[in-house]
């Protein structure tokens, strides 16, 4: 199984950016997709999450209205559109993968993992 991160660069503030992360390997529609991020000297921390069932979304309160998680059970791949982008947005964004349950904010519970796409805001 692999996930392939890929969307990210340099962006002044208030841009936009667009992450994808396809899937390989399996199928992942019924499974729960999710980005993190971790920016240096910090823990990664939850982004945003998507279910399989009824495409219910979750997100942190620092991107709530500015980002928004979308996936495509045909292609395999989750989105993550990132609009009015800050300099503390600046991280390695991360996809990730995980069977249905709760707890899904926690990067801990997620078994796939994709390589990460560098994200940077500049002011």
């Known amino acids: 199984v692999q996930l392939q991160a890929s969307g990210g660069g340099l962006v002044q503030a208030g841009g936009s950016l667009r992450l994808s992360c396809t899937a390989s390997?399996?199928?992942?529609?019924?499974?729960?997709m999710g980005w993190f991020r971790q920016a240096p000297g910090k823990e990664r921390e939850f982004v945003a999450v998507?279910?399989?069932?009824?495409?219910?979304?979750y997100y942190a309160d620092s991107v709530k209205g500015r980002f928004t998680i979308s996936r495509d059970n045909a292609k395999n791949t989750v989105y993550l559109q990132m609009n009015s982008l800050k300099p503390e947005d600046t991280a390695v964004y991360y996809c990730?993968?995980?069977?249905?349950?709760?707890?899904?904010?926690?990067?801990?519970?997620?078994?796939?993992w994709g390589q990460g796409t560098q994200v940077t805001v500049s002011s």
């Open positions: 990730a993968v995980r069977e249905s349950g709760s707890n899904v904010y926690d990067s801990k519970s997620y078994r796939y």
């Open positions: 390997g399996r199928t992942f529609s019924s499974y729960v």
């Open positions: 998507i279910r399989s069932s009824f495409m219910n979304t």
